[in-house]
């Protein structure tokens, strides 16, 4: 490869690297966008009182050997990651011992409900149960 030609590629491959992190910039929302109806959060009380409360406290404040499911320290382990991510986990881990009985809607509810505890303000539109649309918002613990 000639010296013109591997300069010419670095150049390239950095512009993809910046347009990249353009998108990456500019993709559409956080948490912090109103990303579920207050209706939903109200329902996700609800189920999570049935499911999670007993271990993550009522007022998900964490108990003797769940951690905290709102809180500074809880928004920062997800700080960066998706609101799928985040989904992913309640989904195929939780409650620990039957991650099935609860369902996919009902997990998309408990998780309008936590983003609420956790300060994110309601909004218009459903938080969806499906992985795409959830991971085109990003968690954030500050707006
Ligand atoms: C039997 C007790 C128990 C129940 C019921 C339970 N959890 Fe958990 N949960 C835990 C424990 C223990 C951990 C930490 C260890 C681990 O990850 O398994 C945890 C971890 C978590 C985490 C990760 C926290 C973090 O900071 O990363 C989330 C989120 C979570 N649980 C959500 C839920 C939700 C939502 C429900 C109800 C659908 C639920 N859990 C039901 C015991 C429970």
């Given at each position: ?7 010419a ?9 910046l347009?990249?992190?353009?998108v990456?910039a ?38 003797d ?65 499906r992985?795409?649309?959830l991971?085109?918002?990003r968690f954030?613990?500050?707006?």
């Amino acid at each position: 490869m000639t010296n013109r030609m591997a300069a010419a590629l670095l150049i390239a491959g950095a512009a993809a690297v910046l347009a990249a992190g353009a998108v990456a910039a500019g993709q559409g929302r956080t948490v912090w966008d109103g990303v579920y109806p207050a209706e939903q959060a109200r329902r996700g009380a609800e189920a999570y009182a049935q499911a999670c409360a007993e271990c993550h406290g009522a007022d998900l404040g964490g108990g003797d050997m769940a951690p905290g499911l709102a809180g500074v320290q809880f928004a920062y382990n997800w700080h960066g990651f998706s609101a799928r991510d985040l989904f992913e986990r309640l989904r195929v881990s939780m409650p620990p011992d039957q991650p099935n009985r609860v369902s996919r809607q009902d997990k998309a509810d408990i998780l309008a409900f936590m983003l609420e505890a956790n300060g994110m303000p309601a909004g218009d539109a459903e938080l969806a149960s499906r992985a795409g649309p959830l991971g085109a918002i990003r968690f954030l613990a500050e707006p």
